[in-house]
């Protein structure tokens, strides 16, 4: 299976392992979201106490879900853009062998308290080296089959997807303790550089030209403006990158950092508003289809999410809002929204439609499809509001001096709705593992073929 050289094998390998390490992630968040407010239910358990579980949690769905996810998908579009086949899917079949590896030890590694400490950086470094060897053998991968290609143009989806390839190793290399030491608050530059740029220079940028892949593919019509999404790819890599020093705008940074930071958050409404404008106009006078074809309705709401994210950052990213929302719940919406809202329904999207045509298999049920929708759509919302309402508390309580112990006793409506809000995605999402595995093992599938005709695999003529 990981040693395979069938043509779309390492793109169907990455998809269907990104999806179990989903249930697990989510099953890791859940039980923190649980330990609000019941904390003794961890008691006597060392590995499943909320510091552990946390740093475990983050890390299994941000690599071993969102990354994999991404790549599995990136590796079904760069060939079909380029037409032109992998340029070595033996190679992208060891890296998802040892990807997984990588993964499996991270979270076994964490749960037992063996981590660097570094926010988003906390593998240790086995795990460190092998992700880093992944992701540059995945690069040579993806340049070699886009130097082999047999069109002349690049389409943008290639341009957001290499200039990720090309970006996150030298982020990861960065970020992580491993490769690159420092001390007290040089350390927390650092490593906010590398937590907010795998969000912009990592999952932005793969999940946004995912989506500039899907929209059109699944309506049928071009995208409305190449030279709009140009714009917007250009302007990420010139803005992004000095934005992560406003996580910690409060601290003894130097000043020109903070306002360099502030000065950039603000100015990434630009790629926002092009990568907006050009979703919807692209979709203007086809929105019908949103009724019938369920791969669309999951990137579109995650266009939606996009929306909220990007006006949410820069927003809060100014002195004084950072200065009223920050260490509050508002902030941990905020990046739930970004990674759980937008870029994984972009995936969603993308897997109902990739993954029949890497399996030359038809979707085994639709109809749980359409449940899955519902749940993490339904679970998200009130997840989202639960933690935003919760936070504006939060800030309150802060800003009237008052006593954690007064306002914290607030606090526990919204912990228990942002459980409920876990519980109803986690589920939708165990029937999201179902449906994957059904439809790989070629099940015979529950519904008519033209239910979603998205979501059938072209007939071999």
């Given at each position: 299976m990981f040693f395979s050289d069938q043509e779309n094998s390492a793109s169907r390998n990455f998809i269907v392992t990104a999806v179990f390490w989903l249930v697990i992630g989510m099953t890791l968040g859940l039980t923190g979201a649980i330990e609000f407010t019941a904390p003794d239910i961890s008691s006597g358990i060392p590995q499943l106490t909320f510091s552990r579980i946390r740093p475990a949690h983050v890390n299994t769905v941000a690599f071993g879900w969102l990354s994999m996810a991404n790549i599995g998908i990136v590796l079904y579009i760069i060939p079909t853009l380029t037409k032109t086949k992998l340029f070595s899917e033996k190679i992208a079949n060891l890296v998802c062998l040892v990807w997984n590896i990588a993964i499996f030890a991270g979270a076994l590694c964490l749960v037992n308290g063996y981590s660097e400490g570094r926010e988003y950086a906390e593998y240790p470094v086995p795990i460190d080296v092998l992700v880093l060897i992944g992701l540059l053998s995945l690069s040579f991968v993806l340049y070699m089959t886009v130097l082999k290609r047999t069109v002349k143009k690049l389409y943008v989806s290639l341009w957001y997807m290499l200039g990720a390839f090309f970006w996150m190793p030298l982020v990861y290399f960065i970020g992580n303790r491993t490769f690159v030491r420092l001390d007290g608050l040089n350390d927390g530059?650092?490593?906010?550089?590398?937590?907010?740029?795998?969000?912009?220079?990592?999952?932005?940028?793969?999940?946004?030209?995912?989506?500039?892949?899907?929209?059109?593919?699944?309506?049928?019509?071009?995208?409305?403006?190449?030279?709009?999404?140009?714009?917007?790819?250009?302007?990420?890599?010139?803005?992004?990158?000095?934005?992560?020093?406003?996580?910690?705008?409060?601290?003894?940074?130097?000043?020109w950092l903070k306002a360099l930071a502030v000065v950039f958050s603000i100015a990434l409404v630009i790629p926002v508003i092009t990568v907006l404008t050009n979703f919807f106009m692209t979709m203007k006078g086809n929105w019908w289809q949103l009724a019938n074809n369920l791969p669309l309705r999951f990137v579109l709401t995650g266009a939606f999410f996009y929306f909220i994210t990007c006006i949410q950052g820069p927003f809060q990213a100014t002195r004084s809002i950072n200065w009223y929302l920050h260490f509050t719940q508002w902030v941990v919406g905020h990046a739930h929204v970004a990674l759980l809202g937008t870029f994984t329904f972009f995936d969603f999207g993308a897997i109902y439609y990739i993954l029949p045509r890497v399996c030359g298999k038809q979707i085994y049920s639709v109809s749980l499809a359409r449940m899955h929708y519902w749940f993490t759509l339904i679970g998200f919302i009130i997840f989202f509001l639960s933690m935003t309402i919760g936070g504006l508390v939060q800030s309150a309580g802060w800003h009237a001096g008052i006593p954690v112990n007064q306002w914290g006793i607030e606090m526990v409506p919204y912990w228990i709705l942002r459980a409920i809000g876990g519980a109803l995605m986690w589920f939708g999402n165990i029937l999201f593992l179902l449906n994957v595995i059904q439809t790989v093992r070629g099940v015979k599938p529950l519904d008519a073929p033209d239910v979603e005709p998205a979501m059938v695999p072209p007939q071999k003529v």
């Open positions: 530059i650092v490593n906010w550089f590398y937590g907010h740029n795998i969000l912009g220079m990592w999952f932005t940028t793969l999940g946004v030209g995912i989506a500039y892949y899907m929209i059109p593919k699944l309506t049928g019509r071009p995208i409305w403006s190449h030279s709009l999404s140009m714009l917007g790819f250009w302007t990420i890599a010139f803005f992004y990158a000095p934005t992560g020093t406003h996580h910690i705008l409060q601290s003894p940074v130097p000043e």
